[in-house]
C-alpha cells in the first residue's frame, strides 16, 4: 500500500461517526489497515479506497532514467545519412531503439492496411526486410493489428528518453 497522502474533507463529521459505527457493527473482528482505508472511505461517501484515490487523480512518480548518449550514439550508426535503417541491429536494446524511430515515421492514429504499412517501411530502411520489421513492432506493441492482419495502427505511447534523442537526431 502506497503512503501517498490523499485529503478526505468531512463536511458532517456526525453522519462520517454513524457511517463508521454501522460499518464496524457489521465486522466481525477488527478490520485490517486495508480494509480500514476502505470504510473510511466509504464512510466519506466514495465506493471504496480506489474510488478515493481515482478522485483526486493523484499522479504517481516515475523515477526516470538519466539519458544514455553513448547507446544514443551507437544507434545513430545504424542509419544512414537520409536517416533509412541500413542494417538490423544484433543487440535487442539497440533494435528496439532503431524500431522507434521506424514507429515516430508512421501516422498516428491512422489505420493502415498491410501494402500501406510495408510501403511505409520500405520507404525508411534499405535492407529488404519489411517483413520481419512490421512483426518486430508488433511484438514489441509498437503497433497494433486486427485478428486478421488488414488492419495496423500506430500504438500512441511515449518512447523512452533515448529513442527520443535519437529520433531527434535522426530526423
Known amino acids: 500500500m502506497s503512503r501517498t497522502q490523499l485529503p478526505l474533507i ?11 459505527r454501522r460499518q464496524l457493527e ?6 485490517s489497515h486495508v480494509e480500514m482505508l476502505n470504510l473510511l472511505a466509504k464512510a466519506g461517501g466514495y465506493k471504496n479506497f480506489q474510488h478515493l484515490k481515482a478522485e ?5 512518480k516515475h523515477e526516470t532514467a538519466p539519458l544514455d548518449l553513448k547507446r544514443v550514439k551507437k544507434a545513430v550508426r545504424y ?16 533494435r528496439v531503439l532503431c524500431l522507434w524511430v521506424l514507429w515516430a515515421r508512421l ?11 510495408d510501403e511505409q517501411l520500405i520507404l525508411n530502411h ?6 520481419m520489421l512490421r512483426r518486430w513492432l508488433v511484438d514489441e506493441g509498437m ?9 495496423y495502427k500506430r500504438v500512441e505511447s511515449r518512447p523512452p ?3 527520443v534523442e535519437l529520433i531527434r537526431q535522426i530526423n
Not at 463536511?11 to 461517526?17: C, G, M
Not at 542509419?79 to 539497440?94: E, I, M, V
Open 10 to 20: 468531512i463536511t458532517d463529521v456526525s453522519a462520517l461517526s454513524r457511517n463508521l
Open 26 to 31: 457489521d465486522a466481525e473482528r477488527i478490520p
Open 56 to 60: 483526486h487523480d493523484i499522479p504517481q
Open 79 to 94: 542509419f544512414d545519412l537520409n536517416g533509412r535503417l541500413q542494417r538490423w541491429p544484433k543487440k535487442h536494446n539497440q
Open 107 to 117: 501516422p498516428a492514429r491512422t489505420a493502415l492496411t498491410e501494402l500501406e504499412l
Open 126 to 131: 534499405s535492407f529488404c526486410d519489411h517483413t
Open 143 to 151: 503497433i497494433s493489428r486486427t485478428a486478421d492482419g488488414r488492419e
Open 161 to 163: 528518453l533515448e529513442a
